[in-house]
């Protein structure tokens, strides 16, 4: 029997068309162009569904997130694998916030996108498309949330965009590729097999509507804006620290701005600004300033991933305790324990 898989269209460059103000999503134009290629029939056999309304990726929001699980939680038994059209833009956000979300799923769920439309001549689009939809209907798929860019699969909630203009645009810069797809698509197995799965998929949440920020340090960083990026009625900030997580200690009134978050319940998470490497709060003063304020280590987690764990955490979890417990623990692979 043919493997059956669901083309999940939700936007993006993959599937826009020109307009008089640049390249936009629209309805059913996506769906006219798959019928230009009979080879995607070879591999599966496939059903687009498109998110209403369409969304180029700036315009994603934590709701939609939950829109698209939704909507694979629902043809779970129907399918043998999902692809998931998207948006390069915020393509990380999305894959990360999934692979917490479709934990225990154990069906293959590959992003993938362009960075020229498919409807142009030259153009990534086929490329990306055809081999995620291969991926995606394989007879011993990868049974997680996986991002396929450029040739390469990578682990959904460790992959990061890495370029604005290039085929390679994105990367799993602390974590090795699930995949390479050269003349063969060679699967490693070790490294897919490395992130713990539940026996069964894990409840979607009701709603993602936490109130989640980000704050990148910077040199002459006032205490005052950071008490202000602290502000109620934010629940979590992801906090991207210099090197191994350090942050200035000679500002009393900063660190006494991020005291009184932690003692209220915000949930802070220290993440690198750095592109490699990992957060160790015990490795400078610097950052022992950091831990003393109640900030937890982001290890070696994207900002991607520590965003939109924090937003599925918060969304969900009845106690903050829980939350902060939770963030510093690997759930689908997003961290090194």
């Not at 769920?109 to 030259?122: D, H, K, N, Y």
């Not at 991020?258 to 592109?275: E, H, M, P, S």
Request: proline share 6%; charged share 20%.
């Amino acid at each position: 029997m043919p493997r059956r898989v669901a083309i999940i269209h939700t936007g993006g460059t993959i599937g826009m068309r020109r307009s008089a103000n640049g390249y936009t999503p629209e309805p059913g134009y996506l769906g006219s162009l798959l019928e230009g290629m009979p080879e995607l029939h070879e591999v599966a056999h496939y059903d687009l569904v498109e998110l209403d309304p369409l969304l180029d990726s700036a315009s994603i929001r934590p709701r939609d997130w939950l829109e698209i699980a939704r909507i694979i939680a629902r043809r779970k038994d129907r399918y043998d694998g999902f692809v998931v059209l998207h948006g390069t833009d915020t393509m990380a956000y999305t894959a990360s916030a999934l692979a917490f979300m479709l934990r225990g799923l154990r069906l293959p769920v590959v992003l993938t996108g362009s960075q020229i439309p498919l409807a142009e001549l030259r153009t990534d689009a086929r490329e990306n498309l055809l081999t995620a939809l291969i991926i995606a209907a394989a007879e011993e798929p990868v049974q997680e949330v996986s991002l396929f860019f450029g040739g390469r699969l990578l682990r959904g909630c460790r992959s990061v965009k890495v370029s604005a203009t290039g085929f390679d645009a994105f990367d799993s810069p602390n974590f090795p590729q699930l995949a390479h797809a050269g003349i063969d698509i060679t699967v490693d197995r070790l490294v897919v097999d490395s992130a713990v799965q539940p026996e069964k998929p894990v409840p979607l949440p009701q709603r993602l509507d936490a109130s989640v920020g980000a704050l990148r340090l910077f040199p002459g960083l006032s205490a005052e804006l950071m008490r202000n990026a602290l502000r109620e009625p934010l629940q979590g900030l992801v906090l991207e620290a210099y090197g191994a997580g350090n942050a200035p200690v000679d500002d009393p009134e900063l660190l006494r701005a991020i005291a009184d978050a932690t003692a209220r319940g915000v949930v802070i998470v220290d993440c690198t600004q750095c592109l490699r490497g990992t957060v160790d709060l015990t490795a400078y003063a610097t950052g022992s300033a950091l831990l003393r304020v109640g900030v937890i280590s982001g290890a070696d987690m994207t900002v991607e991933a520590a965003l939109a764990k924090l937003v599925y955490l918060l969304s969900t979890m009845r106690l903050t305790s829980h939350a902060r417990d939770l963030m510093e623990q690997s759930l689908c692979g997003e961290l090194t324990p």
